[in-house]
């Protein structure tokens, strides 16, 4: 019987220990490791510098191209773009998911803007740093409008949102293999 004034005694249970940690609901696991903004501006920067090459060989070579030369080095250079920034990004980024799509973007874009950015390369070599001046007056969307147009057989080019789609998907893919592969060492 417990003194007057103090609760009833509750019956003693044996002490359980405490369930193991279960982790995050849904399946989350903690934040990866790795610096995915930096990732980012590393995969920037290389796709600028991978885009500018490539605007540059085709200044020195659109001369000597034919059309089959230029859709094979426009899609090499996805290809190349996409390879740098995806294992870039994973070298970096780690299993950031959002490093990787953001990879995939930058690759698409530099892959665009290296051919767009050659384009008033060649005006200029071809003709006069003045046209590049004129050409912006008359219609600035011209570089995109080449890049979209396929003025030989008229209608779309299917090569360049091909390179688009190539770029993105290597870039994914090795910032993914990439990124996994580190993480497990």
């Known amino acids: 019987m417990p003194a007057p004034g103090q609760p009833p005694m509750q019956p003693m249970h044996p002490m359980h220990p405490a369930p193991p940690y279960q982790g995050m609901p849904y399946g989350q696991g903690p ?73 995939s973007v930058i690759a698409a874009l530099g892959a665009f803007f290296g051919y767009t950015n050659a384009f008033p390369l060649v005006i200029a070599d071809d003709q006069s740093p003045a046209a590049i001046g004129d050409m912006m007056e008359a219609d600035p969307f011209i570089p995109a409008k080449a890049w979209w147009n396929d003025e030989i057989n008229g209608g779309v080019d299917w090569f360049s949102p091909l390179g688009l789609v190539l770029a993105a998907v290597v870039a994914f893919g090795l910032a993914y293999l990439v990124g996994n592969r580190r993480r497990q060492a």
Do not use: C, E
Request: charged share 5%; aromatic share 10%.
């Open 31 to 103: 934040n990866a490791s790795g610096h995915p903004v930096g990732a980012v501006f590393l995969g920037l920067f290389a796709s600028l510098i991978v885009s500018m090459l490539y605007s540059g060989l085709i200044m020195l070579t659109y001369k000597d191209q034919t059309l089959t030369m230029a859709n094979t080095m426009y899609l090499g250079h996805a290809l190349i773009n996409g390879a740098i920034v995806g294992a870039l990004i994973g070298a970096v980024g780690h299993r950031s998911h959002g490093a990787w799509i953001w990879g």
